[in-house]
Every structure is written in structure tokens, then in C-alpha cells.
């Protein structure tokens, strides 16, 4: 049977510290002290430990534990010694795939940016493919560079240090992308990673022993394919899009005021989910709420497509594909010969559903008053 147990043996330990007020300055002050620990216990208990030893309050993520191998199971075993609390909360927080930042109560832990972008539960070999892309280098750093070239000097880097098997790197976007990307003095190989998503249009995740480049599109794609199980129970709608943006791992933004628009009858959610998609879940609670949603690079963009127009509001006609993108195209802002096409499309679009009836016997209740209806 697999242990649920992840080493970690890092000369790093601490004074009794007693911990008064909760403010960012003093848990600074203590992260800087050289501590003295021995831990050996599942990592929730491992923390707690350390925070019962030096009264710096440290709380993980529910998201953290969501993404670890084993979740609140993962065992933690390091002996810490002659290092500073900040010193050994990065190496602990490292060789998990998560990090630490101070705020003004406590020391928050969190996953990378790279492993929270998984669609599933990471597994030890991409906690060991972080690790080593974290402590490793770049050897080009503070050049400018196309994503190939970087692409190219993870893979000669992977090929170099062999193993078996050795890490691969699987580079999914257009060869050809010209974007000149800025990397710095003294990144590492995972800090130049991160550049390439912050920098283009491209994302990476760790994939079993290896790395993964692919557009940002299709990573929010795949994230919103990811299965969820949850119960709603008269929950206000704006709580149930938090949790699914939370489960998923995809940025939701909201139209400004486009919750508040909804009629107060069905901003209260009952919903039962048993391993349905999030796409599905969105999907449902659009069609019962009157919200949109479109998919992008960026994430997931809510709107309100119920509201009543003004003779003057920007009412959206239509939303088309380019190059990828989802495009929302005011009426307002089209030219007049554009509009006439769009609305003989309409028309072409009316007709066909009429044949439809026809074709299945539909008989309408009542005639529509608009003759173009």
C-alpha cells in the first residue's frame, strides 16, 4: 500500500516565541528568528505545531489541501535547524507546490499558481517536477526570449540531467509566436515559466514527470470540464459562482451590478451537483438566474443578459469567434450595412424554425402581433 508520507529532510529550528499582538510586523519579526524543530506528522498537525512552538498563526487553503496528493493526509517529516522560520516555511511550503505570504493575522499558505492551474488532484511526481524547476536556475536569465527559445532550454536542461524516466516538456502552442518575452536576473526556471503566463497568451502546469505549454484558452476549457459535487441549499447566487470559481480554479468576474439585477425570486440557489462539470453547473444557474457567461483567456465573464434595454443602452445583438476570442458586439457600434446583414440573418434564422413547426404540426396558441415575428 502507498504510503501517504512526502520526506523532507532540510537542516533547518526556534526559541520559545510568544506571540502578542497579530499584525504583519511581529510575524515578520518572528519569521526571521532561527528555530529548532522536529516534525514528523500529517501536515495539518505538523503546522499546528509550529505554531504552537513560536505563536506565529499560519491557516492553509482550502484549495491547497484540494491539490495535495494525499490532502490533509499528507505526512510531513523535517528536521529544522540553524535556519530562520521564513527560510524553513519556504522549503517545507516548495517541496509541497504551495507558498506563504504574510497578511496582517496570519501566515497564509497556498498553492503555486502552476499547481492550482491542475484539473485534478497533483501527484508526487509533479510536486518533485516544482520542486525541481523551483530550485533550479535559469541558465539565460535577465535575456529576452520567444517562447520557443525557452521552451528549447527547459528540454536540453531536462535532457541533460537524465534520470529514468527523464522529464519531458511538451510545448502545445503555434511554433511561430513571436512574442519576445522578459526574463531577469536570478529567476528560476519556474519564475520564467511564470513570465510566459504572465506575459502571453500561453499558461504551463506540471503534467506526471514533465512540463505542459498551452494556450490559456484551452486550460480554461479543460478546468471548466472538471467534475464537481456539491449542494446548494437556498444559497445566494453570488456564494454558489464564488465556490465553483473556487473548485475550479478559473477567475470568475462579474458584470458591476449584474447579481443585483436579478429578479430577488431567483437569486436564491437550490441545486444538487453529483460529479457534473462546472461547465454544466454554469449553465444551469444561467438558464434559472437570466446570467451569461463566456469563456476567455482571462476566465470566465458573468453578465446579466435579462435586463431591460433603454432606447439608448448598448444592447447587445450578437457574439461571434475571432481568433479565438468570444466578442460581444454592441448595436450601437455597428455600421448600418453590418446591422441590415445581421438582421436579415435573423429573419433567415425565423424562417427556418417556421418550416420546423411546420414540418412537426406545431400550431401556435396565438398569432404574434410583430409580422416579422
Not at 518572528?30 to 505545531?49: F, R, S
Amino acid at each position: 500500500m502507498l504510503k501517504r508520507y512526502l520526506p523532507l529532510f532540510v537542516i533547518l529550528t526556534l526559541p520559545g516565541f510568544v506571540y502578542g499582538q497579530n499584525s504583519s510586523a511581529l510575524i515578520n519579526e518572528a519569521l526571521d528568528k532561527i528555530v529548532e524543530l522536529d516534525l514528523d506528522a500529517t501536515l495539518p498537525q505538523a503546522l499546528k505545531n509550529i505554531e504552537d512552538k513560536t505563536g506565529v498563526p499560519i491557516r492553509v487553503t482550502r484549495r491547497a489541501y484540494d491539490m495535495l496528493p494525499w490532502g490533509e493526509q499528507t505526512k510531513l517529516t523535517a528536521r529544522i535547524s540553524q535556519q530562520t522560520l521564513r527560510n524553513s516555511l519556504s522549503a517545507i511550503t516548495q517541496k509541497l507546490g504551495l507558498r506563504f505570504t504574510v497578511t496582517d493575522q496570519e501566515v497564509l499558505i497556498e498553492p503555486l499558481p502552476a499547481l492550482a492551474r491542475l484539473a485534478e488532484r497533483a501527484k508526487a511526481d509533479e510536486l518533485k517536477i516544482i520542486d525541481l524547476l523551483a530550485s533550479t536556475p535559469y541558465p539565460q536569465a535577465g535575456r529576452d526570449q520567444t517562447l520557443s527559445e525557452i521552451a528549447a532550454t527547459l528540454d536540453a536542461h531536462f535532457v541533460s540531467i537524465g534520470g529514468s524516466p527523464s522529464p519531458l516538456l511538451e510545448n502545445r502552442t503555434e511554433a511561430s509566436d513571436p512574442v519576445i518575452i522578459k526574463t531577469f536576473k536570478g529567476q528560476s526556471m519556474l519564475d520564467v515559466l511564470e513570465e510566459v503566463h504572465k506575459q502571453t497568451r500561453n499558461t504551463w502546469y506540471p503534467w506526471g514527470l514533465g512540463v505542459i505549454i498551452r494556450p490559456k484558452e484551452e486550460l480554461v476549457r479543460t478546468l471548466l470540464d472538471k467534475p464537481v459535487s456539491a449542494r446548494f441549499s437556498g444559497v445566494d447566487v453570488a456564494q454558489v459562482l464564488t465556490e465553483l470559481s473556487r473548485r475550479s480554479g478559473v477567475d470568475f468576474s462579474i458584470e458591476p451590478g449584474a447579481v443585483q439585477r436579478i429578479p430577488p425570486e431567483a437569486r436564491t440557489i437550490k441545486l444538487v451537483l453529483e460529479n457534473v462539470s462546472v461547465r454544466q453547473a454554469l449553465e444551469s444557474i444561467c438558464g434559472f438566474t437570466g446570467l451569461g457567461y463566456v469563456a476567455n483567456d482571462s476566465g470566465v465573464y458573468i453578465w446579466n443578459s435579462t435586463s431591460t434595454p433603454s432606447p439608448s443602452s448598448n444592447r447587445v445583438t450578437t457574439i461571434m469567434t475571432i481568433d479565438g476570442v468570444q466578442v460581444l458586439l454592441p448595436e450601437n457600434e455597428l455600421p448600418s450595412d453590418v446591422q441590415q446583414y445581421l438582421k436579415s440573418k435573423r429573419q433567415k434564422a425565423i424562417e427556418i424554425l417556421r418550416q420546423q413547426m411546420k414540418q412537426e404540426g406545431f400550431e401556435p396558441a396565438t398569432r404574434p402581433t410583430n409580422p416579422d415575428l
